[in-house]
């Protein structure tokens, strides 16, 4: 009988050491076929030499990830193009998106005041993250910087059907390609320039709408098995593409609660709130002259309350 439960025993951890190597070997060999899959992003080839990032690092609880989408065309420090916070709540799995308007006029650590997007020119995602905590009082734990050949890939990999929208209008000046009015499926590109558009009576608030909208439908799409099958290899190709000192772990198993918590919509949130800023034009150009105070407080609301709610 002890001879017989000893048997069950080995059997059960030797079945268990070869799930642990077959998964093992999976994984590597799918990461390893994104790499190989991925051009050189042009984010890896910038020299930077900011400060490193000192946001405290979570594995519990609630998670800040700063979200740059950098404008860089090779230069060493490009600003930033877009600017989004992403919140993620562990014990819910309910996600939420903050975007950051880039001409909003903020007191940026040792630089004085300026449009928030040039603290990423000046210092990085640290200096960002400052400016974010000294204006907003609001703490990132981590930071992904995506530029936009990267953005076009991993919109791809997240969204393998393409992004179904509705464009009210012909989309053409300063996005490299035409977009007609009417309902249809973009794809990479395509919902790169559909993302960055920004002539028409909108203007930068129509973008942040814009990006809101795809950001929100790409989490639909890649919350499922499939995703999650295909993660090792996703994280390869997005290697090539994306700087972030979001571990795969902390990865793995946001898409896991995210997947086994059926996480509902996206809720967002636009900085300014409206009826909070005023157009002005400074030394540094048009900017938005912000009610800090206002502005502070609608940011602190939305992250910390549970209720499904969209604040523009």
Request: net charge positive.
């Amino acid at each position: 009988m002890k001879r017989s439960k000893r048997k069950v025993f080995r059997n059960l951890f030797l079945i268990f050491i070869i799930i642990i190597i077959a998964v093992g070997t999976y994984w590597s060999f799918q990461y390893k076929s994104g790499l190989a899959s991925a051009d050189k992003g042009l984010t890896k080839e910038e020299k930077t030499t900011f400060k490193p990032f000192e946001g405290a690092n979570t594995h519990i609880g609630k998670i800040n990830v700063l979200l740059i989408g950098s404008d860089s065309r090779g230069e060493e420090h490009s600003r930033s193009d877009t600017l989004m916070i992403a919140h993620y709540d562990q014990k819910t799995n309910n996600v939420k998106l903050v975007s950051i308007m880039r001409d909003t006029y903020v007191d940026i650590p040792k630089h004085g005041m300026q449009k928030i997007n040039s603290a990423y020119a000046f210092g990085g995602p640290e200096l960002l993250r400052e400016t974010i905590k000294q204006n907003f009082d609001i703490e990132a734990n981590y930071y992904a910087v995506v530029d936009f050949k990267g953005f076009s890939k991993i919109i791809d990999l997240l969204a393998p059907d393409g992004i179904t929208v509705d464009i009210p209008s012909k989309m053409e000046y300063g996005i490299g390609m035409t977009l007609h009015p009417g309902k249809q499926t973009l794809h990479g590109d395509q919902v790169l320039g559909y993302v960055r558009y920004r002539h028409d009576r909108l203007s930068d608030f129509g973008r942040v709408e814009r990006q809101q909208e795809v950001l929100t439908k790409v989490k639909k799409q890649a919350i499922s098995m499939k995703t999650l099958v295909n993660l090792p290899k996703i994280l390869g190709t997005a290697d090539s593409y994306i700087e972030t000192n979001v571990d795969n772990k902390t990865i793995l198993t946001i898409a896991k609660g995210l997947l086994a918590g059926k996480s509902k919509g996206m809720e967002t949130l636009r900085i300014p709130i409206a009826d909070s800023y005023e157009n002005k034009n400074e030394i540094v150009g048009a900017v938005l002259d912000v009610d800090l105070e206002k502005n502070k407080k609608a940011l602190k609301t939305f992250l910390t309350t549970s209720e499904q709610k969209k604040t523009q």
